[in-house]
């Protein structure tokens, strides 16, 4: 692209010399304003030439160009939802809507029950809050963020993981790429993978043909937020691919990826002012965002690449490699094991 310089000291090459072109003359004076608009009309076209490209384009004008192309939205947010263990009362009702929570965050019971005669229900939650916020380990949902009659005491026994975030530009990118690049065709396995991808909370699949036989299929899923998907995925993925696909597969297996623990023993020398609990921190964050990017697109975790990842987490000076049996890890997915 032309700055204003360089097109009007190509139109001042182009006027006769016999004409005065130096700079507060009338032909430099009433030729530079038309070289800075030029110049803008350069930029503006430069502009919408880089729109035609989709790694330029980002947020709502990425979704529109995609939806246009392919029919594919942008997947949105979901709600983090679970079960939990309320006690109290005997035949106290649970109405929906009354909220329990977690430190500052809020969930609201979204189907009624009442507690049988040992005091204890099981009770649907929703968090009120979409993304990944409401995702919580076990045993942290505790609290009644007001006092409801009749109810004593909550607690979520299973972690919480299916609150997602709406999906990226890189996520919607990259379906958009599958789809031109290894489109599903006549419920070849592309298919499979496409419509596990379509639903809300998916966020890869891995497909298995004839892993039992001919007419046979696995789906192996893992949600959003790269972990094994819950039942409700599951269940969402198997129906949504039944709907789809085509007479003669008589075999059709929807399944989550298997979570495997990875294990790191080092021993850490800590920069001034760092506890080991922050840095312990900081190497899991690191080590599992990058387990988080490679889920499902290779089989192989580098040595020398978690290494790096542990030197450059906040807070660590230097390591070197020893028991530490505390600092573990969860997420290496295995591709298409039950």
Not at 109 to 128: K, M, P, W, Y
């Amino acid at each position: 692209m032309e700055d204003e310089k360089i097109i009007h000291d190509r139109m001042m090459v182009n006027i006769s010399n016999d004409y005065d072109k130096s700079k507060g003359n009338f032909v430099y004076d009433i030729t530079k304003p038309v070289a800075v608009e030029f110049a803008k009309q350069q930029e503006k076209i430069t502009a919408v030439r880089d729109k035609l490209d989709i790694e330029n384009l980002t947020g709502d004008e990425l979704t529109k160009i995609v939806f246009q192309r392919t029919g594919q939205s942008r997947k949105p947010a979901t709600r983090a939802t679970t079960t939990v263990i309320v006690s109290g009362t005997a035949g106290t009702l649970v109405k929906p809507g009354e909220l329990i929570g977690r430190e500052t965050i809020l969930y609201e019971v979204i189907e009624e029950a009442f507690l049988n005669d040992s005091g204890f229900a099981h009770v649907r939650i929703q968090c009120t809050e979409f993304g990944q916020i409401g995702n919580a380990p076990a045993n942290t949902i505790v609290n009644f963020p007001a006092s409801i009659n009749g109810l004593v005491n909550v607690y979520n026994p299973d972690p919480v993981v299916n609150g997602c975030d709406e999906e990226t530009d890189n996520d919607l990118r990259e379906r958009y790429y599958d789809k031109l690049q290894r489109p599903g065709k006549a419920g070849n396995k592309y298919h499979y993978r496409e419509w596990a991808l379509e639903v809300t909370g998916a966020g890869d699949a891995k497909i298995f043909p004839r892993y039992n036989g001919p007419l046979s299929m696995k789906v192996v899923v893992i949600d959003a937020n790269k972990l094994p998907a819950a039942i409700e995925l599951i269940e969402a993925v198997r129906d949504h691919n039944e709907e789809e696909m085509p007479f003669g597969v008589d075999d059709l297996l929807v399944i989550p990826a298997v979570a495997l623990l990875l294990n790191l023993s080092v021993a850490l020398t800590l920069m001034p002012g760092y506890t080991e609990e922050v840095v312990k921190t900081n190497i899991k964050k690191n080590i599992t965002k990058h387990l988080k990017e490679i889920a499902f697109k290779t089989s192989f975790v580098s040595y020398a690449k978690i290494g790096a990842l542990i030197i450059e987490s906040d807070g660590v000076l230097d390591y070197q490699d020893q028991s530490m049996d505390q600092l573990l890890m969860w997420l290496f997915l295995r591709m298409g094991c039950q």
